[in-house]
């Protein structure tokens, strides 16, 4: 576990890094004391999952492991707050979970959010009409 803990940390300080304007991966690496290739291979574990232990555990619970060994890391690397870099990782987090097979309400219940929230994030911000606004447009523009 205390490698898990070392990526999410690793992870971390490249978001921080990657929104300055000064960023240098050279300097990053420097800092974290790591070579470019373990940052490399970090960066791609946390953002797209540890595909071997994620093979080996699909065999007992899908989605929990899915949640384990591909989202959990990234998730927990998010920065606490309200800006907009954190919206738009988590918009990103959603949709892809989505895709992966995840139901509004479990993605709901293990990023701790509102179901209307994360099928808003899902869907954007499209508007549905009702199939009585269809009907009730077409007749004003009948009737005009």
């Given at each position: 576990m205390k490698n898990a803990i070392n990526e999410v940390e690793v992870y971390k300080a490249y978001l921080r890094a990657k929104g300055t304007k000064n960023y240098s991966v050279v300097a990053l690496c420097e800092r974290l004391r790591v070579t470019r290739s373990v940052l490399y291979e970090v960066v791609k574990r946390v953002e797209q999952g540890d595909e071997i232990q994620l093979?080996?555990?699909?065999?007992?619970?899908?989605y929990d492991c899915i949640w384990k060994h591909r989202y959990f890391r990234r998730f927990s690397s998010f920065s606490e707050g309200k800006g907009e870099g954190y919206k738009q990782q988590l918009k990103k987090l959603i949709k892809?979970?989505?895709?992966?097979?995840?139901?509004?309400?479990?993605?709901?219940?293990?990023?701790?959010?509102?179901?209307?929230?994360?099928?808003?994030?899902?869907?954007?911000?499209?508007?549905?009409?009702?199939?009585?606004?269809?009907?009730?447009?077409?007749?004003?523009?009948?009737?005009?």
């Open positions: 093979e080996r555990c699909l065999m007992k619970h899908k892809d979970m989505h895709k992966d097979g995840f139901g509004v309400r479990d993605i709901a219940r293990r990023v701790s959010l509102d179901p209307s929230t994360v099928s808003y994030h899902i869907n954007g911000s499209k508007v549905y009409r009702t199939r009585g606004s269809k009907v009730r447009q077409r007749s004003l523009i009948f009737e005009g």
